[in-house]
Protein backbone atom coordinates (compact mmCIF):
# COMPACT_ATOMS: atom_id res chain seq x y z
CA UNK A 1 0.00 0.00 0.00
CA UNK A 2 1.33 3.15 -1.31
CA UNK A 3 0.18 6.01 1.88
CA UNK A 4 0.62 8.85 -0.88
CA UNK A 5 -1.62 7.36 -3.62
CA UNK A 6 -5.18 7.98 -3.02
CA UNK A 7 -8.31 5.39 -2.28
CA UNK A 8 -9.87 5.55 -5.19
CA UNK A 9 -6.75 4.37 -7.10
CA UNK A 10 -5.17 2.09 -4.34
CA UNK A 11 -6.25 -0.61 -6.41
CA UNK A 12 -3.96 -0.15 -9.20
CA UNK A 13 -0.07 -0.34 -8.43
CA UNK A 14 1.60 -0.96 -11.55
CA UNK A 15 0.24 -2.17 -14.80
CA UNK A 16 0.56 -5.80 -15.43
CA UNK A 17 2.17 -4.81 -19.06
CA UNK A 18 5.01 -3.02 -17.67
CA UNK A 19 5.57 -5.33 -14.67
CA UNK A 20 5.86 -8.47 -17.25
CA UNK A 21 7.59 -6.12 -20.11
CA UNK A 22 10.35 -5.23 -17.20
CA UNK A 23 10.56 -8.91 -16.04
CA UNK A 24 11.12 -10.04 -19.66
CA UNK A 25 14.06 -7.60 -20.35
CA UNK A 26 15.44 -8.62 -17.24
CA UNK A 27 15.67 -12.19 -17.74
CA UNK A 28 16.44 -11.84 -21.61
CA UNK A 29 12.78 -13.79 -22.21
CA UNK A 30 11.04 -13.95 -25.20
CA UNK A 31 8.37 -11.18 -24.88
CA UNK A 32 4.79 -12.12 -25.73
CA UNK A 33 3.36 -10.55 -22.96
CA UNK A 34 2.69 -6.55 -23.63
CA UNK A 35 1.05 -6.02 -27.19
CA UNK A 36 3.73 -4.34 -29.92
CA UNK A 37 5.04 -5.19 -32.53
CA UNK A 38 9.04 -5.97 -33.06
CA UNK A 39 8.77 -4.63 -36.71
CA UNK A 40 8.21 -1.12 -37.90
CA UNK A 41 4.87 -0.35 -40.18
CA UNK A 42 5.09 0.99 -43.66
CA UNK A 43 8.58 2.93 -44.53
CA UNK A 44 6.09 5.55 -46.39
CA UNK A 45 4.54 6.42 -43.09
CA UNK A 46 7.87 6.30 -40.99
CA UNK A 47 8.73 8.97 -44.20
CA UNK A 48 6.50 10.97 -43.71
CA UNK A 49 7.15 11.61 -39.56
CA UNK A 50 10.66 12.23 -40.87
CA UNK A 51 9.34 14.60 -43.55
CA UNK A 52 7.34 16.53 -41.33
CA UNK A 53 9.88 17.18 -38.43
CA UNK A 54 12.33 18.10 -41.21
CA UNK A 55 9.77 20.66 -42.42
CA UNK A 56 9.54 22.13 -39.17
CA UNK A 57 6.63 21.31 -37.91
CA UNK A 58 7.68 20.67 -34.21
CA UNK A 59 5.65 23.02 -32.01
CA UNK A 60 2.07 22.71 -30.69
CA UNK A 61 -0.42 21.34 -33.03
CA UNK A 62 -4.32 22.51 -32.74
CA UNK A 63 -5.94 21.28 -29.77
CA UNK A 64 -7.99 19.29 -32.10
CA UNK A 65 -5.59 17.71 -34.05
CA UNK A 66 -3.89 18.54 -37.22
CA UNK A 67 -6.64 18.71 -40.38
CA UNK A 68 -4.91 16.50 -42.67
CA UNK A 69 -5.43 13.88 -39.63
CA UNK A 70 -8.84 15.12 -39.23
CA UNK A 71 -10.01 14.80 -42.16
CA UNK A 72 -7.89 11.44 -42.99
CA UNK A 73 -10.35 9.82 -39.80
CA UNK A 74 -13.19 11.59 -41.33
CA UNK A 75 -12.54 10.18 -44.57
CA UNK A 76 -11.97 6.45 -43.19
CA UNK A 77 -15.26 6.13 -41.70
CA UNK A 78 -16.83 6.89 -44.54
CA UNK A 79 -14.74 4.70 -46.67
CA UNK A 80 -14.92 1.48 -44.60
CA UNK A 81 -18.24 1.87 -42.60
CA UNK A 82 -20.02 4.46 -44.27
CA UNK A 83 -20.24 6.65 -41.83
CA UNK A 84 -20.19 10.84 -42.24
CA UNK A 85 -18.23 13.07 -39.85
CA UNK A 86 -18.13 16.61 -39.71
CA UNK A 87 -13.49 16.76 -39.23
CA UNK A 88 -13.75 20.14 -37.53
CA UNK A 89 -16.46 19.75 -35.01
CA UNK A 90 -16.96 15.43 -34.55
CA UNK A 91 -13.26 14.39 -34.59
CA UNK A 92 -11.13 14.78 -31.92
CA UNK A 93 -7.21 13.64 -31.69
CA UNK A 94 -5.68 12.24 -28.87
CA UNK A 95 -2.79 10.91 -27.46
CA UNK A 96 -3.30 7.33 -28.25
CA UNK A 97 -6.65 5.26 -27.50
CA UNK A 98 -5.51 5.99 -24.04
CA UNK A 99 -6.21 9.66 -23.34
CA UNK A 100 -9.34 9.42 -25.80
CA UNK A 101 -11.01 6.77 -23.34
CA UNK A 102 -9.50 8.68 -20.35
CA UNK A 103 -11.03 11.79 -21.46
CA UNK A 104 -14.32 10.23 -22.18
CA UNK A 105 -14.56 8.59 -19.10
CA UNK A 106 -14.05 11.82 -17.00
CA UNK A 107 -15.90 13.92 -19.52
CA UNK A 108 -19.37 11.64 -19.41
CA UNK A 109 -19.40 10.45 -16.09
CA UNK A 110 -18.75 11.10 -12.43
CA UNK A 111 -19.65 10.47 -8.51
CA UNK A 112 -23.34 8.41 -8.56
CA UNK A 113 -22.66 6.89 -12.00
CA UNK A 114 -21.79 3.34 -13.37
CA UNK A 115 -20.79 2.25 -16.22
CA UNK A 116 -20.97 -1.21 -17.85
CA UNK A 117 -18.28 -2.74 -19.44
CA UNK A 118 -17.64 -6.50 -20.14
CA UNK A 119 -14.52 -8.39 -18.35
CA UNK A 120 -11.94 -9.24 -18.82
CA UNK A 121 -11.73 -5.83 -19.80
CA UNK A 122 -8.44 -3.58 -20.95
CA UNK A 123 -6.97 -2.38 -17.32
CA UNK A 124 -7.27 1.20 -18.33
CA UNK A 125 -11.25 1.32 -17.88
CA UNK A 126 -11.51 0.17 -14.67
CA UNK A 127 -9.03 2.95 -13.75
CA UNK A 128 -10.57 5.65 -15.89
CA UNK A 129 -13.93 4.63 -14.48
CA UNK A 130 -11.78 5.19 -10.81
CA UNK A 131 -10.47 8.26 -11.54
CA UNK A 132 -14.26 9.55 -12.54
CA UNK A 133 -15.29 8.39 -9.06
CA UNK A 134 -17.95 6.61 -10.92
CA UNK A 135 -18.79 2.46 -10.61
CA UNK A 136 -18.32 -0.18 -12.93
CA UNK A 137 -20.57 -2.74 -13.56
CA UNK A 138 -19.51 -5.82 -15.10
CA UNK A 139 -20.65 -8.63 -17.27
CA UNK A 140 -18.90 -12.01 -18.02
CA UNK A 141 -17.51 -12.87 -21.48
CA UNK A 142 -17.81 -16.68 -20.58
CA UNK A 143 -14.25 -18.77 -21.24
CA UNK A 144 -14.14 -20.48 -24.04
CA UNK A 145 -16.70 -18.88 -26.11
CA UNK A 146 -16.43 -15.35 -24.38
CA UNK A 147 -20.33 -15.17 -25.32
CA UNK A 148 -22.56 -13.26 -22.86
CA UNK A 149 -25.49 -13.70 -20.71
CA UNK A 150 -28.21 -11.22 -22.27
CA UNK A 151 -30.44 -11.28 -18.84
CA UNK A 152 -26.72 -11.07 -17.06
CA UNK A 153 -26.65 -7.14 -19.25
CA UNK A 154 -29.85 -6.39 -18.39
CA UNK A 155 -29.25 -6.52 -14.91
CA UNK A 156 -25.88 -4.82 -14.55
CA UNK A 157 -28.01 -1.73 -16.81
CA UNK A 158 -29.50 0.50 -13.37
CA UNK A 159 -31.17 3.78 -13.01
CA UNK A 160 -27.81 4.92 -12.14
CA UNK A 161 -26.22 3.43 -15.53
CA UNK A 162 -24.61 6.62 -17.49
CA UNK A 163 -22.44 4.88 -20.14
CA UNK A 164 -21.64 1.30 -21.99
CA UNK A 165 -17.73 0.95 -22.38
CA UNK A 166 -17.43 -1.50 -25.04
CA UNK A 167 -14.27 -2.92 -26.94
CA UNK A 168 -14.82 -4.87 -30.15
CA UNK A 169 -12.09 -6.44 -31.62
CA UNK A 170 -11.14 -7.23 -27.54
CA UNK A 171 -8.67 -7.31 -25.70
CA UNK A 172 -7.91 -9.69 -24.33
CA UNK A 173 -9.84 -12.45 -25.60
CA UNK A 174 -9.75 -11.28 -28.97
CA UNK A 175 -13.59 -11.40 -29.63
CA UNK A 176 -14.99 -9.80 -32.38
CA UNK A 177 -18.47 -9.11 -31.39
CA UNK A 178 -21.21 -10.07 -33.33
CA UNK A 179 -23.60 -8.32 -35.17
CA UNK A 180 -26.35 -9.78 -33.43
CA UNK A 181 -24.99 -9.06 -30.44
CA UNK A 182 -24.07 -5.32 -31.10
CA UNK A 183 -27.59 -5.26 -32.28
CA UNK A 184 -29.31 -6.15 -28.75
CA UNK A 185 -26.25 -3.97 -27.15
CA UNK A 186 -27.66 -1.21 -29.13
CA UNK A 187 -31.10 -1.70 -28.25
CA UNK A 188 -30.90 -1.56 -24.86
CA UNK A 189 -28.69 2.07 -25.00
CA UNK A 190 -31.55 2.91 -26.66
CA UNK A 191 -33.99 2.09 -24.56
CA UNK A 192 -31.92 3.27 -21.50
CA UNK A 193 -31.21 6.38 -22.89
CA UNK A 194 -27.11 5.26 -22.77
CA UNK A 195 -23.84 6.87 -24.05
CA UNK A 196 -21.76 3.89 -25.90
CA UNK A 197 -18.18 4.71 -25.89
CA UNK A 198 -16.37 1.92 -28.00
CA UNK A 199 -13.06 1.12 -28.48
CA UNK A 200 -12.22 -0.02 -31.72
CA UNK A 201 -8.32 0.50 -31.96
CA UNK A 202 -8.12 -3.21 -33.29
CA UNK A 203 -10.73 -2.48 -36.52
CA UNK A 204 -8.27 -3.47 -38.64
CA UNK A 205 -7.60 -6.81 -37.25
CA UNK A 206 -11.00 -8.80 -37.32
CA UNK A 207 -9.79 -12.41 -39.27
CA UNK A 208 -12.99 -14.11 -39.36
CA UNK A 209 -15.89 -12.75 -39.61
CA UNK A 210 -16.81 -8.68 -39.93
CA UNK A 211 -15.77 -5.61 -37.37
CA UNK A 212 -19.40 -3.99 -36.67
CA UNK A 213 -18.74 -0.22 -35.26
CA UNK A 214 -21.62 0.04 -33.28
CA UNK A 215 -22.28 3.92 -34.62
CA UNK A 216 -23.52 2.22 -37.81
CA UNK A 217 -26.71 0.32 -35.96
CA UNK A 218 -29.60 2.49 -36.47
CA UNK A 219 -30.04 5.51 -33.81
CA UNK A 220 -26.39 4.44 -32.65
CA UNK A 221 -24.32 7.26 -34.40
CA UNK A 222 -25.60 10.09 -32.49
CA UNK A 223 -25.18 8.62 -28.75
CA UNK A 224 -21.61 6.61 -29.37
CA UNK A 225 -18.09 7.98 -29.18
CA UNK A 226 -15.90 5.88 -31.32
CA UNK A 227 -12.45 5.48 -30.27
CA UNK A 228 -9.59 4.13 -32.53
CA UNK A 229 -5.42 4.76 -32.67
CA UNK A 230 -2.71 4.74 -35.28
CA UNK A 231 -0.82 2.34 -32.94
CA UNK A 232 -2.52 -1.60 -34.11
CA UNK A 233 -3.22 -0.38 -37.54
CA UNK A 234 -0.20 1.16 -38.42
CA UNK A 235 2.31 -0.72 -36.18
CA UNK A 236 3.64 2.19 -34.27
CA UNK A 237 2.47 1.93 -31.07
CA UNK A 238 5.14 4.39 -29.38
CA UNK A 239 3.63 7.04 -31.53
CA UNK A 240 0.45 7.59 -29.42
CA UNK A 241 -1.74 8.69 -31.90
CA UNK A 242 -5.34 8.42 -30.93
CA UNK A 243 -8.91 9.73 -31.93
CA UNK A 244 -12.23 9.92 -31.59
CA UNK A 245 -15.42 10.52 -33.87
CA UNK A 246 -18.77 11.66 -32.40
CA UNK A 247 -21.20 14.41 -32.70
CA UNK A 248 -20.34 17.65 -31.35
CA UNK A 249 -21.84 17.83 -28.50
CA UNK A 250 -20.24 14.75 -27.06
CA UNK A 251 -16.60 15.48 -29.09
CA UNK A 252 -17.06 19.02 -27.21
CA UNK A 253 -17.55 17.56 -23.78
CA UNK A 254 -14.76 15.57 -24.37
CA UNK A 255 -12.21 17.88 -25.58
CA UNK A 256 -12.93 20.01 -22.37
CA UNK A 257 -11.28 17.36 -20.24
CA UNK A 258 -8.22 16.46 -23.26
CA UNK A 259 -6.84 19.47 -23.22
CA UNK A 260 -6.31 19.90 -20.07
CA UNK A 261 -4.68 16.08 -19.88
CA UNK A 262 -2.14 16.75 -23.07
CA UNK A 263 -3.56 19.45 -24.44
CA UNK A 264 -1.53 18.47 -27.55
CA UNK A 265 0.82 15.20 -28.77
CA UNK A 266 2.75 13.92 -31.66
CA UNK A 267 2.51 16.78 -33.81
CA UNK A 268 4.40 15.95 -36.69
CA UNK A 269 3.67 11.99 -35.85
CA UNK A 270 -0.16 12.96 -36.78
CA UNK A 271 0.57 14.40 -40.33
CA UNK A 272 2.12 10.64 -40.71
CA UNK A 273 -0.69 8.80 -39.44
CA UNK A 274 -2.78 10.82 -41.97
CA UNK A 275 -0.87 9.39 -44.19
CA UNK A 276 -1.60 5.95 -43.39
CA UNK A 277 -5.11 6.28 -43.11
CA UNK A 278 -4.64 7.02 -46.92
CA UNK A 279 -3.07 3.88 -47.72
CA UNK A 280 -4.86 1.77 -50.46
CA UNK A 281 -7.42 -1.10 -49.46
CA UNK A 282 -4.43 -3.64 -49.90
CA UNK A 283 -2.43 -2.39 -47.38
CA UNK A 284 -5.43 -2.81 -44.45
CA UNK A 285 -6.35 -6.45 -45.68
CA UNK A 286 -2.76 -7.68 -46.07
CA UNK A 287 -1.95 -6.48 -42.42
CA UNK A 288 -5.01 -8.27 -41.37
CA UNK A 289 -3.59 -11.99 -43.43
CA UNK A 290 -0.22 -10.90 -41.92
CA UNK A 291 -1.64 -11.68 -38.38
CA UNK A 292 -3.95 -13.88 -39.27
CA UNK A 293 -0.69 -16.35 -40.35
CA UNK A 294 0.46 -14.98 -37.02
CA UNK A 295 -2.47 -16.11 -35.16
CA UNK A 296 -2.51 -19.76 -36.81
CA UNK A 297 0.92 -19.86 -35.99
CA UNK A 298 0.93 -19.16 -32.10
CA UNK A 299 -2.43 -20.95 -31.90
CA UNK A 300 -1.03 -24.12 -33.25
CA UNK A 301 2.39 -24.18 -31.43
CA UNK A 302 0.73 -23.33 -27.91
CA UNK A 303 -1.68 -26.69 -28.51
CA UNK A 304 1.53 -28.41 -29.35
CA UNK A 305 3.02 -27.25 -26.43
CA UNK A 306 -0.33 -28.42 -24.27
CA UNK A 307 -2.47 -25.49 -23.48
CA UNK A 308 -5.70 -25.68 -23.99
CA UNK A 309 -6.71 -22.63 -26.79
CA UNK A 310 -8.95 -20.74 -27.99
CA UNK A 311 -8.90 -19.36 -31.21
CA UNK A 312 -9.28 -15.30 -31.35
CA UNK A 313 -11.45 -14.03 -33.99
CA UNK A 314 -9.30 -10.96 -33.93
CA UNK A 315 -6.41 -8.47 -32.40
CA UNK A 316 -3.07 -9.24 -31.22
CA UNK A 317 -3.86 -11.75 -28.73
CA UNK A 318 -4.24 -15.69 -28.32
CA UNK A 319 -6.13 -16.53 -24.89
CA UNK A 320 -4.71 -19.85 -23.47
CA UNK A 321 -5.87 -22.06 -20.16
CA UNK A 322 -3.48 -23.87 -18.08
CA UNK A 323 -5.73 -26.34 -16.83
CA UNK A 324 -4.00 -29.37 -18.77
CA UNK A 325 -0.71 -28.65 -17.08
CA UNK A 326 -3.10 -28.87 -13.76
CA UNK A 327 -2.12 -25.57 -12.89
CA UNK A 328 -4.71 -23.35 -11.89
CA UNK A 329 -3.13 -19.75 -10.78
CA UNK A 330 -2.16 -17.74 -13.83
CA UNK A 331 -0.57 -15.29 -12.12
CA UNK A 332 1.84 -17.41 -10.41
CA UNK A 333 2.32 -19.36 -13.70
CA UNK A 334 2.54 -15.92 -15.69
CA UNK A 335 5.63 -14.86 -12.73
CA UNK A 336 7.54 -18.01 -12.58
CA UNK A 337 7.30 -18.33 -16.89
CA UNK A 338 10.55 -16.48 -17.70
CA UNK A 339 12.16 -19.00 -15.38
CA UNK A 340 10.64 -22.40 -16.83
CA UNK A 341 10.86 -21.33 -20.15
CA UNK A 342 11.86 -17.81 -21.24
CA UNK A 343 8.70 -16.66 -22.17
CA UNK A 344 6.55 -14.14 -20.86
CA UNK A 345 2.66 -14.16 -21.11
CA UNK A 346 0.59 -12.04 -19.39
CA UNK A 347 -2.06 -13.19 -16.55
CA UNK A 348 -5.63 -12.78 -17.71
CA UNK A 349 -7.13 -13.17 -14.26
CA UNK A 350 -5.70 -9.20 -14.04
CA UNK A 351 -8.40 -7.89 -16.03
CA UNK A 352 -11.19 -9.56 -14.07
CA UNK A 353 -13.06 -8.64 -11.45
CA UNK A 354 -14.27 -12.20 -10.66
CA UNK A 355 -10.94 -13.69 -10.73
CA UNK A 356 -12.16 -17.13 -10.31
CA UNK A 357 -13.56 -16.59 -13.99
CA UNK A 358 -10.03 -15.69 -15.19
CA UNK A 359 -7.68 -17.52 -12.60
CA UNK A 360 -6.17 -20.14 -15.29
CA UNK A 361 -6.20 -17.86 -18.54
CA UNK A 362 -2.84 -16.80 -19.83
CA UNK A 363 -2.86 -14.27 -22.62
CA UNK A 364 0.10 -14.33 -25.28
CA UNK A 365 0.75 -11.52 -28.08
CA UNK A 366 0.92 -13.12 -31.91
CA UNK A 367 2.21 -9.85 -33.40
CA UNK A 368 5.90 -11.06 -33.81
CA UNK A 369 8.58 -12.28 -36.26
CA UNK A 370 7.49 -15.78 -37.06
CA UNK A 371 10.60 -17.04 -35.77
CA UNK A 372 10.26 -15.42 -32.47
CA UNK A 373 6.98 -17.24 -32.25
CA UNK A 374 8.50 -20.32 -33.55
CA UNK A 375 11.00 -20.26 -30.80
CA UNK A 376 8.59 -19.37 -28.11
CA UNK A 377 6.70 -22.24 -28.95
CA UNK A 378 9.63 -24.43 -28.76
CA UNK A 379 10.66 -23.11 -25.76
CA UNK A 380 6.97 -23.76 -24.36
CA UNK A 381 7.32 -27.52 -25.05
CA UNK A 382 9.57 -27.74 -22.39
CA UNK A 383 6.84 -27.44 -20.00
CA UNK A 384 5.15 -30.32 -20.16
CA UNK A 385 8.37 -32.55 -19.84
N1 LIG B 1 -7.52 -0.09 -26.01
C1 LIG B 1 -7.14 -1.35 -26.15
C2 LIG B 1 -8.16 -2.44 -26.17
C3 LIG B 1 -5.78 -1.66 -26.27
O1 LIG B 1 -5.39 -2.94 -26.41
C4 LIG B 1 -4.85 -0.62 -26.22
C5 LIG B 1 -3.39 -0.94 -26.24
N2 LIG B 1 -2.85 -0.77 -27.36
C6 LIG B 1 -5.29 0.70 -26.10
C7 LIG B 1 -6.64 0.91 -25.98
C8 LIG B 1 -4.37 1.85 -26.05
O2 LIG B 1 -4.09 2.33 -27.31
P1 LIG B 1 -3.01 3.48 -27.54
O3 LIG B 1 -1.67 2.82 -27.54
O4 LIG B 1 -3.37 4.07 -28.86
O5 LIG B 1 -3.13 4.45 -26.43
N1 LIG C 1 -2.46 -2.54 -25.32
C1 LIG C 1 -1.26 -3.24 -24.98
C2 LIG C 1 -1.58 -4.64 -24.50
O1 LIG C 1 -2.71 -4.95 -24.21
C3 LIG C 1 -0.46 -2.59 -23.89
C4 LIG C 1 -0.39 -1.13 -23.86
C5 LIG C 1 0.09 -0.70 -22.51
O2 LIG C 1 1.09 -1.17 -22.02
N2 LIG C 1 -0.66 0.16 -21.89
O3 LIG C 1 -0.68 -5.43 -24.40
Same mark, same amino acid.
Given at each position: ???????????????????M??????????? @??Q??????????????? !??????????????????E????????????????????????????????I????????G????????????D??????????? $????????????????????????? =?? &? @???????????? &?????????? !??? *??R?H?????? %???Y +????????H??I?????????????????????????????????????????????????????????? !???????D????? $???? +???? &???????? @???????????????????? !????????????? =???????????????????????????????????N???? %??C?? *? &?????
Amino acid at each position: MNPYLVERLAPFGTTIFAEMSALAVATGAIN @LGQGFPDTDGPDVVKQAA !IAAINAGHNQYPPGIGVPELRHAVAAHQQRFYDLAYDPDTEVLVTAGATEAIAASLLALCGPGDEVVTFEPYYDSYAACIAMAGA $QRRVVTLQAPAYTFDADALRAAITP =RT &K @LLLLNSPHNPTG &KVFTRAELTL !IAE *LAREHDLVVVT %DEVY +EHLAFDGEHVPIATLPGMRERTVTISSGGKTFSFTGWKVGWLCARPELTAAVKTVKQFLTYVNAGPFQEA !IAVGLGLDDAYFS $QLAS +ELRD &KRDRLCLG @LEQAGFAVTRPHGTYFVTAD !IAPFGETDGLAFC =RALPGRCGVVAVPSVVFYDDTAAGAALVRFACCKRNEVLD %DACTR *L &KALAR
